[in-house]
């Protein structure tokens, strides 16, 4: 990896004055813990093909390693080393995106473990540990805005590099015409199923985390057969046909996969 610089939670490692780097150990550079090293219990959630943290606890764990020091190479402070302590050592999943290398449009998901870097008995720089809530990284959420009329086939692609399905982040459907919507997909044979719908109605899926609502009074889990709408791709085919029984608005959004790591 050729990149220098990199945004975490928002903010940049360059505007702290710092660059990634590699150190030498032969050259007199010691390691030693910075109180921050974190160990994560995680769950893996299939519907979003990654790993959820559900307890943090200040011991170790590696999935990546980097290391960074000031760009002059100057030695650095304790308020200094806090504050970069505080930025990066996160009991919550950040986003990660490399500024050059070739890595630009790739995110990464997670926090960091950081460990000190001395030389002489001072601070020179961190080596870190990035702790990855998923897989590979991803691209940014694409939002796919459909307007459907009845029985019409309307191509979407999937983006994402995992061969299989990924299901939305959040699919949203105004309902134009009453009656029972039935929407496919034709890369798999399965029809996700709502009946009893209402012109004018509002349905949001959470297809993560299973969760379905409506703008109805009426029982919206009795009416749906919980196949939850996702796309999916083969090693040959990429292409999405989504079909509806009725006309509707159809917006969706999904985080595809990108099968880069570093």
């Not at 710092?18 to 032969?26: H, K, R, V, Y």
């Not at 304790?78 to 930025?87: C, F, K, Q, V």
């Not at 949001?204 to 009795?222: A, G």
């Amino acid at each position: 990896m050729t990149a220098t610089d990199f945004e975490f939670g928002g903010s940049s490692l360059s505007s702290r004055d710092f660059e990634i780097c590699q150190f030498d150990s032969s050259g007199g550079f010691t390691t030693s813990p910075a109180g921050s090293t974190i160990t994560f219990t995680k769950i893996f959630q299939r519907a979003a093909n990654k790993f959820s943290i559900v307890d943090a606890t200040y011991e170790s764990g590696f999935e990546a390693s980097l290391s960074m020091m000031k760009h002059d190479g100057e030695v650095i402070d304790t308020e200094t080393y806090a504050e970069i302590s505080r930025w990066l050592c996160r009991p919550t999943n950040e986003q990660l995106r490399f500024i050059g290398g070739g890595l630009d449009y790739v995110y990464f998901e997670g926090t960091f473990s950081m460990e000190k870097v001395e030389h002489r008995g001072r601070i020179v720089g961190f080596n870190l540990t990035f702790t990855s809530a998923r897989t590979h990284g991803t691209l940014l959420p694409v939002l796919e805005a459909l307007t459907l009329e009845a029985n019409v086939g309307y191509a979407v692609a999937d983006l994402s590099d995992e061969v299989g399905f990924t299901y939305p982040d959040m699919l949203t459907v105004t309902i134009k015409e009453s009656g029972t919507l039935r929407v496919t997909n034709g890369v798999e044979d399965r029809e996700m199923v709502i009946q009893k719908c209402e012109a004018g109605e509002i349905i949001q899926i959470d297809c993560v985390n299973k969760i379905i609502t409506t703008t109805s009074d009426r029982d919206i889990l009795d009416a749906f057969n919980f196949n939850f709408f996702r796309l999916a791709n083969s090693y040959d085919n990429i292409e999405n046909v989504i079909t509806s029984s009725l006309a509707c608005d159809f917006n969706f959004v999904y985080t595809p996969i990108k099968k880069v790591v570093f």
